[in-house]
């Protein structure tokens, strides 16, 4: 049987992109966000990953708001990234999964979550720059890829106690899957910003905190706060969270904290990173 061996969650700000193309790691804005990467790396090459669940918000890439799902599931051999006009290099092709993303979508609609099945999808940055984050010397990404996509930009979004669902019926999809392999779920995003409007570069770093340590001790907690609240609590790109969410729900059990980073600001977003590892 598949294993879940863990969840990681990251910003996936497009600004990192530029940042990793002009090799400014070391730049004192950007050396404490990249400081917090060594120790993924360790525990990626400790657990060894086959594949990686993502779970992610697609920007206009693939969707755009004359046709936007609420959830999405990739079921193609490979997903190309391309150009969204952030000067952002191209990265090489994904490799999918397609057997592990049908099994899935077939377990997910069993529980009456209604997707959008993808055998053709283009990935955003908001799937490939948290992919070479966390494999930043591979020229291509070296484990499989499933890209799950979650609505956060055009209402009626998906509500946090949904999306919460959805992760835990994702990680029992994965648990179920006949065949000897090592997932690790990632899910990507914020965490509090805004970009435009009267609150533009609005953060909430109580909130943040508060959010990621409740992800160890209370995942559910988030799921008491209406979209609105959340809007008001993160600002309105910091529904972002909600891929967060996910991907604690979709991890068995209890987890542990095995790594948490958090910087400010970056590209006036709060960057927001954790490893949580299930309890065996």
């Known amino acids: 049987m598949a294993k879940i061996v863990g969840g990681i969650t990251t910003s996936h700000v497009p600004a990192i992109g530029r940042a990793i193309a002009g090799k400014l790691q070391d730049d004192p804005y950007w050396k404490p966000f990249f400081d917090g990467f060594p120790p993924v790396h360790a525990w990626l090459d400790k657990v060894k990953p086959d594949v990686a669940v993502v779970i992610y918000n697609d920007h206009g890439l693939n969707f755009f708001l004359d046709k936007m799902p609420t959830f999405a599931v990739g079921a ?44 053709e999808m283009l990935v ?57 392999l090592r997932v690790v779920i990632i899910g990507t995003g914020g965490l509090s910003h805004q970009l435009d409007g009267e609150r533009a570069g609005f953060v909430n770093k109580e909130f943040d905190l508060a959010f990621m340590e409740s992800l160890i001790a209370d995942p559910e907690w988030a799921t008491q706060f209406s979209m609105e609240e959340i809007v008001e609590k993160t600002g309105t790109q910091g529904v972002e969270l909600l891929m967060w969410l996910a991907t604690r729900a979709a991890l068995p059990g ?23 590892e299930p309890i065996a």
């Open 76 to 119: 193609a051999g490979q997903y190309h990234n391309a150009d969204e006009g952030w000067g952002i290099p191209t990265l090489p092709p994904y490799k999918g999964d397609t057997a592990l993303s049908w099994h899935i979508i077939n377990e997910l609609v069993e529980k009456e979550f209604d997707l959008t099945t993808c055998q």
């Open 124 to 180: 955003d940055h908001a799937f490939s720059l948290p992919l070479k984050l966390l494999w930043p010397n591979d020229e291509s990404c070296p484990v499989r890829t499933v890209p799950v996509c979650i609505n956060t930009v055009q209402y009626p979004l998906p509500s946090a106690r949904r999306c919460f669902k959805l992760g835990k019926a994702l990680g029992e999809a994965i648990a179920s899957w006949d065949d000897d």
């Open 254 to 276: 209890a987890v542990r904290k095995v790594h948490a980073n958090y910087h400010i600001p970056i590209s006036n977003t709060a960057a927001g990173l954790m490893v949580m």
